[in-house]
């Protein structure tokens, strides 16, 4: 299936310092969107990875599955992630994040935010591995969840609700000064996807 863009797509930039961010939508058109979350909760390799604090095996707050090429091996937090090939919806995706971003990426980070216990801490996507100033294209769909923002050094924490249908870019120095998270929420919601492309230099 050849995925189609919304007729009324908007573009809207958002203003930081130090970093740009992009927000996107809605992005494809509804029926191919609504086709997209149900494929990716179906289909893609999800799985629940742990991590290893303090001599205690945590599972993390949501399902998580890497895709990409060969030798994009990922590091996570003590993780180490094998990639699985991109399937051609995958592929599809990655494209139109390359139009939007103006950039390659060969690797996604694939999270299924079950519902609102789920959720990632404050971090940064800051891995040596991705480079001084890494882009980064998130897409989501299904549920609507405030993803935050806030400048390492200290400063006003920001909220940008990502809807249905959307695609973040993140890029310039956004990684290098700023943190973000995706916290729990008490709110009923369902599940959420959020892919986020990158590109990691074959060494
Ligand atoms: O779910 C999101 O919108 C953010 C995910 C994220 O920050 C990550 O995978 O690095
Ligand atoms: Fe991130």
């Not at 992009?22 to 991590?51: C, G, M």
């Not at 929420?185 to 060494?203: C, D, H, M, Q």
Request: glycine residues 6%; aromatic residues 8%; hydrophobic residues 40%.
């Amino acid at each position: 299936m050849q995925l189609r863009q919304h007729p009324d797509l908007q573009i809207e930039p958002i203003t930081i310092a130090n970093g740009a961010l992009t927000l996107i939508h809605p992005l494809l058109a509804d029926a191919d969107a609504a086709f997209v979350l149900e494929d990716l909760t179906q289909h893609l390799d999800w799985r629940q990875d742990s991590l290893r604090i303090q001599g205690r095996t945590i599972p993390i707050p949501r399902l998580q599955a890497w895709y990409g090429e060969p030798h994009c091996h990922y590091a996570y937090s003590g993780l180490r992630l094998n990639p699985t090939p991109f399937s051609p919806l995958l592929q599809q995706l990655r494209h139109i994040a390359s139009e939007h971003a103006a950039a390659k990426f060969n690797c996604a980070l694939c999270n299924l935010y079950r519902n609102g216990q789920d959720s990632v801490s404050w971090h940064a996507d800051d891995e040596p591995e991705l480079g001084p100033a890494p882009i980064i294209a998130s897409f989501s769909f299904g549920a609507t969840r405030t993803f935050q923002i806030k400048p390492k050094r200290g400063g006003q924490t920001l909220a940008i609700e990502l809807l249905h249908n959307s695609l973040l870019i993140m890029s310039g120095d956004m990684q290098r000064h700023w943190r973000h998270q995706l916290p729990k929420t008490k709110a009923p919601v369902g599940p959420r996807v959020n892919l986020t492309y990158r590109y990691i230099p074959a060494a």
